[in-house]
């Protein structure tokens, strides 16, 4: 079974340009997370799908951060303009479903670094 | 609101010693506990999860409603066993994944 795929592996933008990553979750799965890890923390969610309706964005920073999942299959995330404090590890995850009993599933990352 | 915290950022131990990792959660329903891990340059996988009861690569955990914990154990460590650990609690509302700040576990030989 292939695993969540993510893309690109790495990225360094000056500040106040755009960055996008992009997630193809594993096939079925209708529940797609992305979260952001900053070196030294455990990862924080920043918003959460269900196929392609949005469940949580509560932490999105929605004046520069923006995601989508069009077809309810693979996902956008995109920052513009991108801070130096957005430098991280961005990390897409998918579950068959959001409910008890289910594993989540983690990709490798986009390592973003602004400099 | 769901938390979870794991007080010890580093944890350092010497092979064949006893490891325990801490994990205390706040949650208001009946909430999921797991643990993941993380090893160098590798991505985040699932260690075990407290609804299997089971022992993965010789750890365990227990969750402690009564003391909203779920530690990590293990006996013996290992060498091989030095990586990033988290807690991580699954909200059933809809299912939202926190995770704790971590703990860097390191065995020395």
Known sequence: EAGVAQSPRYKIIEKRQSVAFWCNPISGHATLYWYQQILGQGPKLLIQFQNNGVVDDSQLPKDRFSAERLKGVDSTLKIQPAKLEDSAVYLCASSPRASYGNTIYFGEGSWLTVV | ?109
């Open chain 2, 1 to 109: 609101a769901q938390r979870v915290t794991q007080p010890e950022k580093l944890l350092s131990v010497f092979k064949g010693a006893p490891v325990e990792l801490k994990c205390n959660y706040s949650y208001s329903g009946s909430p999921e506990l797991f643990w993941y891990v993380q090893y160098s340059r590798q991505r985040l996988q699932l260690l075990l999860r407290h609804i299997s009861r089971e022992s993965i690569k010789g750890f365990t955990a227990d969750l402690n409603k009564g003391e909203t914990s779920f530690h990590l154990k293990k006996p013996f460590a290992q060498e091989e066993d030095s990586a990033m650990y988290y807690c991580a609690l699954l909200g059933t509302s809809y299912g939202k994944l926190t995770f704790g700040q971590g703990t860097i576990l390191t065995v020395h030989p």
